[in-house]
């Protein structure tokens, strides 16, 4: 069965500063794919970024980073230069490619963006 | 920018009482999930489809909760009768195909059970 845990229920970062925000999984299979979403208080949740189980690079999208380690299973979300708007839920997922391909989601993490 | 649509984005009803929220994809996206996120927690699949067939229902409370996509579109999710533990926010996600594909997120609809 698939796992995601994300330990840190809140983190605080100050403006213009790096934050990461943990995610580890647990998989017996080869093949999936680790994705990051953002959900801001209005509820909608907002793609990121993803990270294949095959991808040699680290993924990355403007500000936002996958430091992807695959022995240790783990894929943390790294965020520069971090802005006020940063300020959400963060979600971790993975999808195994096998069977019916359904995404499991963490629990979260509240990121809060100090000025 | 194509989005994924779902009505109502709240709803308030009482217990014992039938709810059905609406959803309608991205144009084009085969793939369908419905997930309930209860306050707090990470989001939860309740039903997968691939066009108009159930891929996976395994999550489903099917005793009061159904759903349907008929012509591989649009779908519907109903709850009957609701329960007080049925108050969370109800996302509707589409993607091309079931694959590697990114899954984008309708705006949800908050549903509290009173």
Same mark, same amino acid.
């Given at each position: 069965a698939q796992k995601i845990t994300q330990t840190q229920p809140g983190m605080f970062v100050q403006e213009k500063e790096a934050v990461t925000l943990d995610c580890t999984y647990d998989t017996s299979d080869q093949s999936y794919g680790l994705f990051w979403y953002k959900q801001p208080s209005s509820g909608e949740m907002i793609f990121l970024i993803y990270q294949g189980s095959y991808d040699e690079q680290n993924a990355t999208e403007g500000r936002y980073s996958l430091n992807f380690q695959k022995a240790r299973k783990s894929a943390n979300l790294v965020i520069s230069a971090?802005?006020? %708007?940063?300020?959400a839920m963060y979600f971790c997922a993975m999808r195994e490619l %096998? %069977? &019916? &391909?359904d995404m499991r989601f963490g629990a979260g993490t509240r990121l809060t963006v100090k000025p | 920018e194509a989005e994924v649509a779902q009505s109502p984005r709240y709803k308030i009803t009482e217990k014992s009482q039938a709810v059905a929220f609406w959803c309608d994809p991205i144009s084009g996206h085969a793939t369908l999930y419905w997930y309930r996120q209860i306050l707090g927690q990470g989001p939860e699949l309740l039903v997968q489809f691939q066009d108009e067939s159930?891929?996976?229902?395994?999550?489903?409370?099917?005793d009061r909760f159904s759903a349907e996509r008929l012509k591989g579109v649009d779908s519907t999710l109903k709850i009957q009768?609701?329960?007080? /533990?049925?108050?969370a926010m109800y996302l509707c996600a589409s993607a091309r /195909?079931? /694959?590697?594909d990114e899954q984008y997120f309708g705006p949800g609809t908050r549903l509290t059970v009173t």
């Open positions: 971090s802005q006020l %708007g940063d300020s %096998g %069977g &019916n &391909n | 159930v891929v996976d229902d395994s999550q489903l409370p099917k009768p609701a329960e007080l /533990g049925d108050s /195909g079931p /694959g590697q």
